[in-house]
């Protein structure tokens, strides 16, 4: 089974992103004290890149690769149509 075939990717990504944005808000209407400033840039850097990585994972070139994928065995599965071959000429010789 593929990713693509579940909803629960694209669920964690949103999950990622609420998280961040519920995060970086609290960060507006709660005090922090300054002894755990370090701690909190800490998580919300982590927190940045794991919503960061999800959507460029899920979203971007992966999900593309995987449908080229999927779009490329289809065509395989289609019989090629016949060409024709040039016709046939002299070797063009230099001098």
Known sequence: MKYTDTITPKVLAYLLLCIIACT???LFFLEIPIA????????LQTLLALTVAAVTYFV????????KTSLA????????SPTVAP???EPTRIL
Request: proline letters at 10%.
């Open 36 to 43: 755990n400033k370090d701690a909190i840039n800490n998580i």
């Open 60 to 67: 971007g070139s992966s999900s593309s690769s995987a449908t």
């Open 87 to 89: 016709p046939h000429s």
């Open 73 to 80: 065995a289809k065509e395989e599965s289609v019989p090629p």
């Open 24 to 26: 970086e808000m609290g």
